[in-house]
Nanobody, 114 residues
């Protein structure tokens, strides 16, 4: 059973930073592609960033240059460093495996105030 547990969300002022972390278990983490998604109120869940087992990364345009996804295969964790946060980054952030099967964490709330 794959389990993903996110942490690190909270309330931050616009322009500030937060670091989200996701701890994975029940999978061979080192060969698992991982991703962060987010879902804002009234909107569909959207892909934010991905990182392959080899460390290649992808970012949605709206966060490129501000967010950094990273992984630590020794600790089975994947992090999302979020800098220069904007109000529109407010959402519930989800950690997920990224294929061939998709498993999700419970989500962590990020609220950016003006």
């Amino acid at each position: 059973q794959v389990q993903l547990v996110e942490s690190g969300g909270g309330l931050v002022q616009a322009g500030g930073s937060l670091r989200l972390s996701c701890a994975a278990s029940g999978t061979i983490f080192s060969i698992t592609n991982m991703a962060w998604y987010r879902q804002a109120p009234g909107k569909q869940r959207e892909l934010v960033a991905t990182i392959t087992s080899g460390g290649s990364t992808y970012y949605v345009d709206s966060v490129t240059g501000r967010f950094t996804i990273s992984r630590d295969n020794a600790k089975n964790t994947v992090d999302l460093q979020m800098n220069s946060l904007k109000r529109e980054d407010t959402a519930v952030y989800y950690c997920a495996t990224f294929g061939p099967r998709y498993y999700w964490g419970q989500g962590t709330q990020v609220t950016v105030s003006s």
